[in-house]
């Protein structure tokens, strides 16, 4: 298994982009995959694949990836967003599941 | 709509057992694979075990962290998912996660989660 990280916290203005990053060497052969987390509730997918945007989230949410680096980018950032985002792939025998430790995005 | 309800958290002892399980509703349970997802006090999220589809024999994997001391399981008569967790440690106090996986292009991810049932283990 190999580890996944991200930058412990963001920090942006209301209307502003944010940009979080993830990075592991597994994530230039495996997708990479984006969760919210607000406070007392459970995660949701937000960016599946590296790019794909699931049903019922906003367009201002968006993903990409490049080598190692996947990068979860909100643009115009609202209030709400402010939470806990996870990234998570896995290893190439798929036999187990690895998640990055998380960002907690502030919105200022 | 898809729903997934867990119960069986509780305050156990080190070196203790406890069962959790998870109801599914909304979808053809059997043919998803499953998994449970667990997160410790003010930690990040850590996958714990996952079970697959009825199609794939229902093939089990584990964390390092629980291998042979956790069990899943799974009932698709009664659309359910276990964990049977023994010889407990302080480090599995968590908030356990049923979530749906679906398998794709070599890995795994969660679309839908449940809201999750806290584990303590504490003398």
């Known amino acids: 298994s190999y580890e996944l990280t991200q930058p412990p916290s963001v920090s942006v203005s209301p209307g502003q982009t944010a940009r979080i990053t993830c990075s592991g060497d597994g994530l230039s052969k495996l997708y990479t995959f984006w969760y919210q987390q607000k406070p007392g509730q459970a995660p949701v997918l937000v960016i599946s694949r590296d790019t794909e945007r699931p049903s019922g989230i906003p367009e201002r949410f968006s993903g990409s990836a490049s080598g190692t680096t996947a990068t979860l980018t909100l643009d115009g950032v609202q209030a709400e967003d402010e939470a806990d985002y996870y990234c998570q792939s896995g290893d190439s025998s798929a036999t187990s599941v690895v998640f990055g430790g998380g960002t907690k995005l502030t919105v200022l | 709509q898809v729903q997934l309800v867990e119960s069986g958290g509780a305050l156990v002892k080190p070196g203790g057992s406890l069962s959790l399980s998870c109801a599914a509703s909304g979808f053809t349970f059997r043919d998803y694979y499953m998994s449970w997802i667990r997160q410790s006090p003010g930690k990040g999220l850590e996958w714990v075990a996952y079970?697959?589809?009825?199609?794939?024999?229902?093939?089990?994997s584990y964390a390092v962290s629980v291998k042979g001391r956790f069990t899943i399981s799974r009932d698709n008569a009664k659309s359910s998912l276990s964990l049977q967790m023994n010889s407990l440690r302080v480090d599995d106090t968590a908030v356990y996660y049923c979530?749906?996986?679906?398998?794709?292009?070599?890995?795994?991810?969660?679309?839908?989660w449940g809201q999750g049932a806290l584990v303590t283990v504490s003398s």
């Open positions: 079970v697959t589809n009825s199609a794939s024999s229902s093939a089990t």
């Open positions: 979530a749906r996986a679906v398998y794709g292009s070599g890995t795994y991810y969660f679309d839908y």
